[in-house]
């Protein structure tokens, strides 16, 4: 059994950039140095390019590293609750493989949990964080913001950092998620609201140097009727009280 204050750190990968191993291996060792009781969860989620976890295995071999894999892409909600499902830790935090934030940005998420008594400490992206991101991107984040405050009730409108994390209570709501790509954040903040989870924003910061990639108009029309159920059982639950 994990003792407490175990932490699982569980990443979503999907065709990634060459060298990301060594990326993965220096900021998990980094971790370790800090909290010593971790253990590192790759979601390997239906690569066909620059998957080949044999060198994390072995270079890690000493620290608790589970590789989860399946051949279908599904998009990072499914692999996430993949990830969660296998987590020990009594808190877990999500990022991505490249770990784009910063090393004190993980550690604020972990203190949040770990000192203040939240069920979900969610990363809230400063404005400088939008400097990275091509013009598209900003445009739709900061619509998605701007619908979210409007229309759906939750004490959180900065809803799709990639940085965050929750306690076992916090994992109860994050697996009652459905939605397998881009607004299962959104939908995670929705259920853990409605059940009155302790949830807070921390200030996140990207490392120097990050530059975050496009997102395909596909996944944007996917996502608007996902966007709708969760509008949908917001007013149900709205006319329910």
Known sequence: MPSENFVSVVLPCYNPQPGWEESVE??????????????????????????????????????????????????????????????????????????PYSFRSFLDIHASLNSNGLDVAVGLRSENYYTHLPVARVRISRFLKTLTAKFIKIPIIDTQCGLKGFNKTGKAAFLETTIDRFLFDLEFIFLSARKNLRIKSVQVELREGVQLSHMPWKILIQESGNFLKILYRSMFDSNKR
Request: charged share 25%.
């Open 26 to 99: 220096a900021n998990f060792i980094k971790l370790t140095g800090i909290l010593t009781n971790i253990e590192l969860i790759i979601v390997n989620d239906g690569s066909t390019r620059n998957f080949e976890p044999s060198r994390i295995k072995k270079n890690l071999a000493q620290y608790p590293v589970t590789i989860v894999s399946y051949d279908k892409n599904r998009g990072k909600g499914y692999a996430l609750r993949q990830g969660v499902k296998q987590a020990k830790g009594d808190i877990i935090i999500y990022t991505d493989i490249d770990f």
